[in-house]
T-cell receptor
């Protein structure tokens, strides 16, 4: 069965520092997608970054990058130059490669950026 | 792009009452998803529509839950005879059919509280 594991319930980072949020996944599919979303206290889910299972390069979007290690089945999110507005819940999600394309989410990591 | 819209934002009701939530997806998106998120957890998949057809339902969706998407536009999620365990955030998401890397775009959610 497909599964996403986020082992860090909470993380602290100093403003302007970089932080890595861990995500490991389990699937028997060859084709899949990995997504990271940010959920502020207001509740909306904001898409951050995507990595496809066949992508050879690590994905980057502005201050966000994804450290994709396929053999280890990990897809860690790196946030560089943290800002106070980065304080939120962060969810890693996997999408199966066929059918409904529904997401399976991890339990999330709460990030707090300190001034 | 007006985004995914969900109404109401909050719903408080007594146990045993029926409730209905509405989701208006991004206009050109033909895929629509409902998820449920309880406190401290990631969203869990409930059901999926492609245009007006409901193609998958999770085992989480008991007989008290029903979802519709008439004409392939907005969707409604109804819960009959609400129970305490139904208290959660109900999230709607939509996406284009096109390809794996299309992210799901989420609404702000409807927070349901059962008294």
């Amino acid at each position: 069965a497909q599964k996403i594991t986020q082992t860090q319930p909470g993380m602290f980072v100093q403003e302007k520092e970089a932080v890595t949020l861990d995500c490991t996944y389990d699937t028997s599919d060859q084709s899949y997608g990995l997504f990271w979303y940010k959920q502020p206290s207001s509740g909306e889910m904001i898409f951050l970054i995507y990595q496809g299972s066949y992508d050879e390069q690590n994905a980057t979007e502005g201050r966000y990058s994804l450290n994709f290690q396929k053999a280890r089945k990990s897809a860690n999110l790196v946030i560089s130059a943290s800002q106070l507005g980065d304080s939120a819940m962060y969810f890693c999600a996997m999408r199966e490669g066929q059918g409904t394309y529904k997401y399976i989410f991890g339990t999330g990591t709460r990030l707090k950026v300190l001034a | 792009d007006t985004g995914v819209s969900q109404n109401p934002r909050h719903k408080i009701t007594k146990r045993g009452q029926n409730v209905t939530f509405r989701c208006d997806p991004i206009s050109e998106h033909n895929r629509l998803y409902w998820y449920r998120q309880t406190l401290g957890q990631g969203p869990e998949f409930l059901t999926y529509f492609q245009n007006e057809a409901q193609l998958e339902k999770s085992r989480l969706l008991s007989d008290r839950f029903s979802a519709e998407r008439p004409k392939g536009s907005f969707s409604t999620l109804e819960i009959q005879r609400t129970e305490q365990g139904d208290s959660a955030m109900y999230l709607c998401a939509s996406s284009l059919e096109a390809s794996m890397n299309q992210p799901q775009h989420f609404g702000d959610g409807t927070r349901l509280s059962i008294l």
